[in-house]
């Protein structure tokens, strides 16, 4: 076991507990956990990553990780990005109601509703 | 300073934010003529609240910054939903659009023909003498965005003076918070095939409203909310 394993597996690791612990869903949680499981796997049997590529038609095994990681990355990206949206609308919509309810009135405006 | 009644048919919207140096000239030009002025403040951090409270207007509050396009929404909701105007229009906060213009945009909606009249500064010549060359171009390419993504024929895409009808305006729901709202509203009059017309109308190129205006960076800021905005 090399020093680098040792640090990368530490931090795996950490995320691991940070995943657990967080507020995703069950699904998702899930699916994190098993990236973070497979990413300490590969750390330490580099070759399997290789077997894999090699099955895949893809070069190196380090390639496969980091194709991996880049449809996992925009994925990722697009999701929280729907999800940014969604909030945006939400947020909008509570800011609204709240200005249309309570109109405050001007000088001098002669009293009506 | 005014007893008359106000008129209620004719509700003017003026979404605002941070434009203490103009609101109150703005708001001035208001006072000797017979519109409602509906006013949204979009959480300005400056004294525009204060200011806006000198005058015989409905002011609605953002208690956070949400954009352009939500003001004008809030507006037209709380139109729609809160009084009985018939006309709306829509009018710019930094000073440059000139109230003499309201009546040519109520004119065609008056007759009943048309649901929409946009403002056009090029319909106007002498609108466009003071514009910089570099905004020229950005509005022209926004001619032709809006050609190509709607197919309107129009001379001037992002005016924010416009006029709508009652009816209309239910079809108008702008999702765009941002400045992207302007093309927002063009794709909804084509989509719901509204009658619209271009009437021409002064543009005036203070030093304020050129600092406020829009620049190439946020031309840019648009394209992407447009892009961003619709695939998800």
């Known amino acids: 076991m090399n020093p680098f394993q040792i640090l990368i597996t530490f931090f795996i690791l950490i995320l691991l507990v940070i995943i657990y612990r967080s507020r995703l869903i069950l699904i998702e949680r899930f699916i994190f956990m098993c990236i973070l499981l497979g990413g300490i796997y590969f750390v330490f049997s580099p070759q399997s990553a290789q077997k894999m590529a090699d099955l895949l038609g893809i070069g190196r095994g380090v390639d496969l990780v980091f194709y991996l990681f880049i449809i996992f990355s925009l994925f990722y990206f697009a999701s929280i990005s729907a999800k940014m949206r969604q909030l945006d609308r939400i947020l909008t919509k509570i800011v609204r109601a709240d200005a249309v309810e309570n109109p405050i009135c001007g000088k001098e405006l002669p009293s009506k509703k | ?232």
């Open chain 2, 1 to 232: 300073m005014r007893a008359k009644k106000i008129n209620e048919n004719v509700w003017v919207v003026i979404p605002a934010y941070n434009e203490a140096g103009s609101i109150g000239d703005v708001l001035d030009q208001f006072m000797n003529e017979d519109y409602s002025v509906l006013v949204v403040d979009d959480c300005s951090k400056d004294n525009t609240t204060d200011i806006i409270l000198n005058y015989p207007v409905i002011l609605l509050k953002h208690s956070i910054n949400l954009g352009q396009g939500a003001a004008l929404q809030t507006g037209f909701e709380y139109i729609l939903n809160r009084t009985d105007a018939k006309y709306i229009i829509s009018f710019d906060s930094d000073g440059q659009h000139n109230i003499k213009d309201i009546p040519t945009l109520l004119a065609p909606l008056k007759t009943g023909d048309y649901d929409v009249t946009l403002g056009s500064r090029f319909l106007m010549p002498e609108s466009v003498k003071g514009m910089p060359f570099s905004k020229k171009i950005i509005l022209k390419l926004g001619v032709l965005y809006t050609l190509i993504t709607t197919r309107l024929k129009l001379t001037d895409t992002h005016n924010g003076l416009r006029g709508f009808s009652r009816g209309t305006l239910k079809h108008i729901n702008i999702t765009q918070n941002r400045m992207a709202h302007a093309s927002e509203i063009l794709d909804q009059i084509a989509h719901y095939k509204l009658r619209y017309c271009e009437v021409p109308v002064t543009i005036q190129y203070t030093e304020y409203s050129k600092k406020k205006g829009q620049s190439i960076f946020n031309s840019l800021n648009i394209l992407w909310d447009l892009f961003f905005g619709r695939n998800y």
